[in-house]
């Protein structure tokens, strides 16, 4: 997880007063951290975030939450953004190599050592994290006054521009960057096999970044109080704008003046950064149903302005304002989740109950159970196979209808393709490597089958002898069907997976249910058994639905 490195000093004077060093350390815990030991009269603190919360990889985004959360400043926090009329042309090129491109400048940031150090490691971690390690996103942080507007982000040719890259002294075309340069040994795997590369350049032609590998020197950002260009690239638009908004919110935090600058993408002219919040409605009664407090819509929207969110109660209705920079809440449950932090976890809790509580087996189970004592007394033996299967045994050689089945993209072994859409190729396969033991074999299971993207409960029942007549296979099932209080009748099935005539529906309120029968010749032959099959198979989840209270 996330590890941020701050100064106790600094944090104190971000969230405008002096909180004790102990009061932190119990506290940010409570917003989901882990605090790092903190030991002596030392300024120096490390806390590490679970990952679900971008927002917080620096001091500044953990300011920003603790002023809600300690009630200091609590609510919404919300930053003025003025436009300019800076712009900034995407060239359609990109769009086969890193198609995102979003952009915004922060002035008057008044840049300390400390403030540096803070500002790169929140780039990292965001690189590392929702960049997935600068895959999915690349940021880059840039000089305003080095460089002079329009920008450009474009394709070039690997060797058409040179440029001196970061934290170097030699000039170097974007192909040597890849082999001789530390950052682009670590990451030209992004751009393997591309004939050319993404640059962004100055209305001059001079680069400010190779994303997403390095930055050009020409732009570094030093000591002192400058106007900062931010650009993110990647491959998905919602975490390259939250990785655009935490870092410019970030550098608004330490004074920045947030402005906005004018995309062109094609014929799509917008303006970028737009930090407009989120709305979202909950039911205050679901929420303290789901955390099983009663906080009721009042104390709703307290706990979910502590957490730097903005709540307004309408009768159980709760209309919540978040920021654009929470990428985490995405559904009622994340908003539900924010409601109890707020709260507090440390606050959860209470006596336990005492009273025994047994559990109790579902009407499905209750079912199977009552199935598998049927089967066995009519001379069954039960078996459990793979779920695992392929297309071959389970359509073509058993000549039973094809059906949507969930494919294996990987399969190591050509017998395991899919997952079975019926029981009966399972338990041909139990008889085929049985088939020098003696006659008769009478096996079934009750087991899942994976048809159309749902899970379905079937029972197949096979049997193999010198003589297995189609008077009996229906016998099998007529017993089953019986026992479980079926009201069926019977349609004439005229699938090659049976003997002409030999094979039925078994239909019940109008749905065709099961079918049984004699296998047919070529297909015994097929799957490489020798004697007669016969074999039954019922989909029994509409019996289920039909009888969950009178099961046998």
């Given at each position: 997880?996330?590890?941020?490195?701050?100064?106790?000093?600094?944090?104190?004077t971000?969230?405008?007063?002096?909180?004790?060093?102990q009061?932190l350390?119990?506290?940010?815990?409570?917003?989901?951290?882990?605090m790092?030991?903190?030991?002596?009269?030392t300024?120096?603190?490390?806390?590490?975030?679970f990952?679900?919360?971008p927002?917080?990889y620096?001091?500044?985004?953990?300011?920003?939450?603790?002023?809600?959360f300690?009630?200091?400043?609590?609510g919404?926090?919300?930053?003025p953004?003025s436009d300019?009329?800076?712009e900034?042309?995407?060239?359609?090129?990109?769009?086969t190599v890193?198609p995102?491109f979003?952009?915004?400048?922060v002035?008057?940031v008044?840049v300390?050592?400390?403030f540096?150090r803070?500002?790169?490691?929140l780039?990292?971690k965001?690189?590392i994290?929702?960049?997935?390690?600068?895959?999915?996103?690349?940021?880059g942080?840039?000089?305003?006054?080095?460089?002079?507007?329009p920008?450009?982000?474009?394709?070039?040719?690997p060797h058409s521009?040179?440029?001196?890259?970061l934290?170097?002294d030699?000039?170097?075309d974007?192909a040597?960057?890849?082999?001789?340069?530390?950052?682009?040994?670590?990451?030209?795997?992004?751009?393997?096999?591309m004939?050319e590369y993404p640059?962004?350049?100055?209305?001059?032609?001079q680069?400010?970044?190779?994303?997403?590998?390095?930055?050009g020197?020409?732009?570094?950002v030093t000591?002192?109080?400058?106007?900062?260009?931010?650009?993110?690239?990647?491959?998905?638009?919602?975490?390259?704008?939250?990785?655009l908004?935490?870092?410019?919110?970030?550098?608004a935090?330490r004074?920045g003046?947030?402005?906005t600058?004018?995309?062109?993408?094609?014929?799509e002219?917008?303006?970028s950064?737009?930090?407009?919040p989120?709305v979202r409605?909950?039911?205050?009664?679901?929420?303290?149903?789901?955390?099983?407090?009663?906080?009721?819509p009042?104390?709703?929207?307290?706990?979910?302005?502590?957490?730097g969110?903005?709540?307004?109660?309408?009768g159980?209705?709760?209309?919540?304002?978040?920021?654009?920079?929470?990428?985490?809440?995405?559904?009622?449950?994340?908003?539900?989740e924010?409601?109890a932090t707020?709260?507090?976890f440390?606050?959860?809790?209470?006596?336990?109950?005492?009273?025994?509580?047994?559990?109790?087996l579902l009407?499905?189970t209750?079912?199977?159970?009552?199935?598998?004592?049927?089967m066995?007394?009519?001379?069954?033996?039960?078996?459990?196979?793979?779920?695992l299967s392929n297309?071959?045994?389970e359509?073509?050689?058993?000549?039973l209808?094809?059906v949507?089945v969930?494919?294996?993209?990987?399969?190591v072994?050509?017998?395991?393709t899919?997952l079975?859409?019926?029981?009966a190729?399972?338990l041909?396969?139990i008889?085929?490597?049985?088939?020098?033991?003696?006659l008769?074999?009478r096996?079934?299971?009750?087991?899942?089958?994976?048809?159309?993207?749902?899970?379905?409960?079937?029972?197949c029942?096979?049997?193999?002898?010198s003589?297995v007549?189609?008077?009996?296979?229906?016998?099998w099932?007529?017993s089953?069907?019986?026992e479980?209080?079926?009201?069926?009748?019977?349609e004439q099935?005229?699938?090659?997976?049976?003997?002409?005539?030999?094979?039925a529906?078994?239909?019940?309120?109008?749905?065709?249910?099961?079918?049984?029968?004699?296998?047919?010749?070529s297909v015994?032959?097929d799957?490489?058994?020798?004697?007669?099959v016969g074999?039954?198979?019922?989909d029994?989840?509409?019996?289920?639905?039909?009888?969950?209270?009178t099961?046998?």
């Amino acid at each position: 997880m996330p590890v941020i490195n701050f100064k106790y000093s600094d944090l104190c004077t971000m969230l405008g007063e002096e909180v004790p060093a102990q009061v932190l350390v119990d506290r940010i815990p409570m917003i989901g951290a882990d605090m790092h030991e903190t030991e002596g009269e030392t300024d120096d603190m490390s806390v590490e975030f679970f990952p679900d919360r971008p927002d917080l990889y620096s001091v500044e985004g953990l300011a920003r939450a603790l002023r809600a959360f300690l009630d200091i400043q609590p609510g919404m926090r919300t930053y003025p953004v003025s436009d300019s009329d800076m712009e900034v042309f995407i060239d359609q090129s990109v769009k086969t190599v890193r198609p995102y491109f979003l952009c915004g400048v922060v002035r008057d940031v008044e840049v300390t050592d400390e403030f540096l150090r803070s500002l790169m490691e929140l780039q990292e971690k965001l690189h590392i994290t929702i960049g997935r390690k600068r895959s999915k996103l690349a940021i880059g942080i840039h000089d305003l006054s080095k460089v002079r507007a329009p920008f450009t982000y474009k394709l070039a040719e690997p060797h058409s521009i040179r440029f001196v890259p970061l934290a170097m002294d030699e000039e170097m075309d974007l192909a040597e960057i890849l082999v001789k340069n530390e950052k682009g040994k670590e990451y030209n795997r992004l751009l393997e096999g591309m004939p050319e590369y993404p640059v962004i350049l100055d209305a001059d032609g001079q680069v400010l970044s190779f994303p997403p590998i390095i930055n050009g020197s020409l732009t570094t950002v030093t000591v002192g109080r400058h106007d900062l260009f931010i650009d993110v690239t990647g491959n998905d638009r919602k975490a390259v704008k939250g990785a655009l908004d935490i870092v410019a919110t970030a550098l608004a935090e330490r004074g920045g003046r947030i402005e906005t600058v004018i995309m062109h993408d094609g014929d799509e002219v917008f303006r970028s950064p737009d930090l407009s919040p989120m709305v979202r409605t909950i039911s205050a009664s679901a929420c303290d149903k789901f955390l099983g407090k009663q906080l009721g819509p009042e104390g709703t929207v307290e706990c979910l302005r502590r957490m730097g969110l903005d709540a307004v109660a309408d009768g159980d209705n709760v209309t919540v304002t978040i920021p654009s920079v929470r990428l985490d809440i995405m559904h009622d449950v994340d908003v539900y989740e924010d409601v109890a932090t707020g709260y507090g976890f440390d606050r959860f809790g209470g006596s336990y109950s005492v009273h025994q509580t047994p559990g109790g087996l579902l009407p499905e189970t209750t079912f199977s159970e009552s199935l598998r004592d049927v089967m066995i007394g009519l001379g069954f033996t039960e078996v459990n196979t793979l779920t695992l299967s392929n297309q071959d045994d389970e359509f073509k050689l058993s000549g039973l209808p094809e059906v949507d089945v969930v494919t294996v993209l990987n399969p190591v072994t050509e017998d395991h393709t899919c997952l079975r859409a019926y029981l009966a190729p399972s338990l041909v396969g139990i008889l085929r490597h049985n088939k020098h033991r003696d006659l008769p074999q009478r096996i079934f299971e009750v087991g899942y089958v994976i048809r159309d993207q749902r899970t379905v409960l079937h029972l197949c029942a096979m049997a193999t002898a010198s003589k297995v007549p189609f008077t009996e296979v229906k016998s099998w099932t007529e017993s089953v069907l019986r026992e479980a209080g079926v009201d069926y009748t019977l349609e004439q099935c005229d699938l090659p997976t049976f003997v002409s005539g030999r094979g039925a529906y078994v239909v019940s309120e109008g749905k065709r249910i099961g079918i049984f029968g004699e296998m047919a010749p070529s297909v015994v032959v097929d799957y490489g058994i020798t004697h007669p099959v016969g074999f039954c198979e019922i989909d029994l989840e509409p019996i289920i639905a039909n009888k969950k209270d009178t099961l046998f």
